[in-house]
């Protein structure tokens, strides 16, 4: 037979087979025995692999974990759209969603206003080592929230978030979750010296404390979503239970100046915003964000500053703290917005020791 009619035929074969056989079944076939007996990918305990899923086999796992997929629970609140993007095909993703979400859900899609209200009972809270904080938010820093401090140069957002990385890790009796922080930041404000007198305030071991907070450095948008992505490697490993990014809206700000990237500022937010909604619901932690004010021309009495990043972030955050300076060195937090607090504000200080009651 001439070689060029043989690969005309081999082509014609390899397109009915992709066409009646999983691609993914088909290269494992290929690679042989191999691959079959390669080790199983680690998964922590409770979890189910990957591979286990209905349609989902070795070479298709490896792609998700590659994308950032890395347990069912990550496909089950996954959206079609950024599925295809790996798998190449919307009703392929469409399907290994609902199979994941039929294991995660396991019938509880629809509950009672009741059973929910059973449910919050449990929700574990941070405190912030304020008692004034702590009451205004009725317990303090909620696990599977987003909680954003807004407030002009020098308010106290970053002291905040110095102070709520140690506090996670004290015991529960003592307001924290004994567990670690993993911390973002946007503007190169972290100073580990600032955790030492934090933890020494606290009667912590600073070294510790300091080995209990997982840092990154984001120097652009992209960068910090990034990490976002892969901080679900460090999650379960290293028991992080609040992730906090200080701030969050800073690159977006710096890179989409103007009307007219305000569009596509917007849409590449929202996707932020809803990856460290996905983090918080599926590892049941707290996620606390800092945000820049602006000021409002349009705003002809009261106060002339706002919230950066507008509607993206209003709706985005669950609970919103305003934060502003005070006469005597005191600072003034007031919730602006909260599905279950009424608006009402509290007084701080800020002292060698962190963040204090005044």
């Known amino acids: 037979m001439p070689k060029r009619a043989k690969t005309e035929e081999v082509e014609e074969k390899e397109e009915k087979v992709e066409e009646e056989v999983n691609v993914d079944e088909l290269v494992e076939d290929i690679l042989g025995e191999a691959a079959a007996e390669a080790p199983p990918e680690e998964v922590p305990e409770g979890e189910i692999r990957l591979e286990d899923l209905e349609g989902v086999g070795r070479i298709t796992a490896q792609k998700l974990r590659a994308a950032g997929f890395y347990t069912v629970r990550d496909l089950a609140f996954a959206s079609a759209h950024e599925l295809a993007l790996v798998l190449g095909s919307e009703e392929r993703a469409m399907a290994i969603i609902r199979s994941a979400q039929r294991l995660v859900n396991r019938g509880e899609e629809f509950i009672t206003a009741k059973t929910l209200f059973e449910k919050r009972k449990n929700i574990e809270y941070i405190s912030t080592g304020v008692r004034s904080l702590d009451d205004l938010l009725e317990g303090g820093i909620e696990v599977g929230s987003i909680t954003e401090f807004i407030g002009e ?80 490697k460090y999650i379960e490993k290293y028991n992080i239970r609040l992730i906090i990014v200080d701030s969050l809206i800073n690159h977006f700000r710096a890179e989409y100046p103007g009307r007219e990237n305000l569009a596509s500022r917007q849409q590449k937010l929202n996707k932020h915003i809803s990856q460290l909604h996905r983090l918080a619901s599926l590892y049941n932690l707290a996620v606390v964000v800092t945000n820049q004010v602006m000021a409002s021309p349009d705003i002809f009495f009261g106060n002339p500053l706002k919230p950066a990043g507008g509607n993206i972030m209003a709706h985005g955050c669950t609970y919103r703290i305003w934060l502003r300076k005070a006469k005597e060195g005191k600072r003034i937090a007031r919730i602006i917005d909260s599905p279950k607090h009424a608006e009402k504000e509290v007084a701080f200080a800020i002292t060698e020791d962190g963040v204090t009651d005044v």
Do not use: W
């Not at 506090?167 to 670690?180: H, I, S, T």
């Not at 020494?200 to 979503?225: C, F």
């Open 153 to 232: 140069f020098g308010a106290g957002k970053t002291q905040i978030c110095h102070q709520l990385s140690v506090m996670v890790q004290l015991p529960k009796d003592k307001g924290g979750l004994n567990a670690r922080a993993l911390y973002v930041d946007t503007e190169g404000t972290f100073r580990p010296e600032r955790i030492v007198q934090i933890a020494r305030a606290r009667g912590l071991d600073p070294e510790k404390t300091l080995e209990n907070i997982i840092y990154a450095r984001a120097y652009n948008s992209d960068h910090q979503m990034l990490l976002i992505d892969e901080a679900k």
